[in-house]
């Protein structure tokens, strides 16, 4: 193999399929990077055996070959050459030589038939949506997924793809999101869902920031591929049936709650100080003067007691939950202004933008 690039869209390949490399003493070969050319095109590669990214850069391709070389290693001296045209060549399989204008190098690796294959996958339901959509949809999600694996069925994202939507859900049944991103209508879609593990869902999410125009979807029967411009992100899917969430979903409320989003973040987290110490429970307390009082117990550490000007619209109410469940998801509503809604002290409360219907979360209540 030989080729000519540049040293910057080099680079950028390689901090981007890094992210899927494995620190594995077992495999070694997951450790590195494939590097191989096909035609006038190279490829690099990625895989921890469950997500695997693959980048294709246009250049110019002399001779065709393949080798892996350790990630770290490669990526590091690259980042440490000039801008500039840099020659990349295999000798013997095993060694990849690097050429810049100040400077030769040899680094060695593993053959290239030691590196897992990337299975295709089947085209079996295909979707495309605005990248920076999907991002929003999924920063608004992943946080709520379980990090317990005795459920691995809570442990990832909920896909639904309805014949008008796609549905993003995750929870770790303390608290839950719900998202939806309206799409082409399609009559004939089939419903299709399936279960993407939460890691695949940051790395995607990641991946998505710095991308442009839409990502194409695509769901076989055990994996799901990602392709965004030169990006192709494979993941496999967690199997099992994710739970019936909307029945948990509050369809009525006795108390809704109209708030600033900044002013409730910044009164949380100076309560949350203070309830650290017992079981992160704060205490929300509504009236129709239009006040909220948010509070803890007294503690080791001390007290706090917050309030805030809000627009109510029912009863009093009052309900204690989790700090950290409700400061999670304020800084990604993306809106000004934040609703909540109350039954009663055992019901779950309902957090939504106050602009934006397809974005729901839902928190469980704690003893008062």
């Known amino acids: 193999m030989k080729v000519f690039c540049n040293q910057k869209e080099l680079l950028n ?21 494939l590097i191989k050319t096909e035609g006038k095109e190279m490829f690099f590669a990625a895989t921890n055996l469950e997500i695997a990214i693959k980048y294709h850069l246009q250049t110019d391709v002399r001779n065709e070959g393949s080798m892996t070389v350790p990630a770290k290693l490669f990526t590091n001296y690259i980042s440490l050459l000039p801008d500039e045209k840099v020659e990349l060549s295999v000798l013997d399989n095993l060694t990849l030589a690097i050429k810049s204008s100040s400077s030769q190098t040899k680094i060695k690796g593993i053959h290239s038939d030691e590196f897992p294959l990337i299975p295709k996958t089947e085209k079996d339901h295909t979707l495309s949506i605005p990248a920076k959509e999907l991002e929003k949809a999924l920063n608004q999600v992943v946080f709520s997924a379980s990090l317990n694996t005795s459920r ?28 939806k991103i309206s799409t082409k209508k399609d009559k004939d879609a089939a419903r299709v869902e399936c279960i993407v593990p939460a890691r695949t869902a940051f790395e995607l999410s990641k991946l998505l920031s710095k991308a442009a125009g839409d990502v194409d979807i695509t769901i ?17 899917l967690i199997e099992g049936k994710f739970p019936d969430y909307e029945r948990i979903i509050p369809k009525t409320s006795k108390t809704k709650i109209l708030t600033s989003t900044a002013d409730l973040e910044l009164a949380m987290k100076r309560v949350s100080l203070f309830a650290k110490e017992d079981s992160n429970s704060v205490k929300i307390s509504v009236t129709n003067d239009g006040k909220m009082m948010i509070s803890t117990e007294e503690t080791k550490v001390g007290e706090e007691k917050a309030e805030i000007s809000v627009t109510i619209e029912g009863e009093n109410n009052k309900i204690a939950f989790n700090a950290q469940y409700l400061l999670d998801v304020l800084p990604v509503l993306g809106e000004d202004k934040v609703c909540l809604e109350i039954n009663d002290k055992l019901s779950p409360v309902v957090v939504r933008p106050q602009k934006n219907a397809d974005y729901t979360y839902i928190i469980m209540p704690l003893k008062i």
């Open 13 to 33: 390949a390689l901090n981007i399929v890094s992210k899927a490399v494995s620190q594995n003493v077992v495999l070694p070969v997951l450790n590195n990077i």
């Open 152 to 179: 691995p069925v809570l442990s990832g994202v909920y896909f639904l793809f309805d014949k008008d939507a796609l549905k993003l859900v995750a929870t770790d049944s303390y608290r839950l999101s719900e998202r």
């Open 220 to 236: 076989s029967k055990n994996q799901i591929l990602f392709a965004i411009g030169a990006i192709e992100l494979t993941s496999r």
